[in-house]
């Protein structure tokens, strides 16, 4: 079975912090996906990359930066959170390629509170 | 832009009809379809995939594809309460890594 596991289910952070969100894959996957999900907005695309150290903008990047320096390994950073950053984060992978190889599959989830 | 669109619901089912979600998507060079189910507070589950014409069947499950009509479908047989949740529609369009798009989902409660 396909494994993507966030570090953390709940984070409590001060506007302002730096934050940090890991998540890491077993399953050899070159893609991999940061969303974010609200509530009547559905999944939106933050940051993917399709290789390691390699990173594209998706829909909304502001506010957010990544790393990817191992294969398995896509992290998300919040340089200053704000308020409006308060949301639930999903970290997905993909082998890529043709078809069905394109089924995400998502960690549980980081539900991130900014105060 | 591409979209894929789906009715927000909630969609009421009793238990053990028929449920059916409904998916239609812009871009008419999408190549593979998704059905995901998300139970509250947690993250997407794949269902099934489909992405040739017709119907693909799994256990209760049956995707349905119809290109000419840029329409994707799922129904569930003799729903169980378990069936709750939200459902999304995935459909990727080629393109990359990001050349899937999401639905914003389709509420779904099943009746007891």
Known sequence: DVKVTQSSRYLVK????KVFLECVQDMDHE??????????LGLRLIY?????????????????SVSREKKERFSLILESASTNQTSMYLCASSPGGELAKNIQYFGAGTRLSVL | QKEVEQNSGPLSVPEGAIA???????????QSFFWYRQYSGKSPELIMFIYSNGDKEDGRFTAQLNKASQYVSLLIRDSQPSDSATYL??????????????????HLIIQP
């Open chain 2, 89 to 106: 529609c995935a459909a990727y369009s080629g393109g990359g890594a990001d050349g899937l798009t999401f639905g914003k989902g389709t």
């Open chain 1, 48 to 64: 993917f990359s399709y290789d390691v150290k390699m990173k594209e903008k998706g829909d909304i990047p502001e506010g957010y």
């Open chain 1, 14 to 17: 001060r506007t302002g912090e």
């Open chain 2, 20 to 30: 059916s979600l409904n998916c239609t998507y812009s871009d008419r060079g999408s």
């Open chain 1, 31 to 40: 893609n991999m996906f940061w969303y974010r999900q609200d509530p009547g």
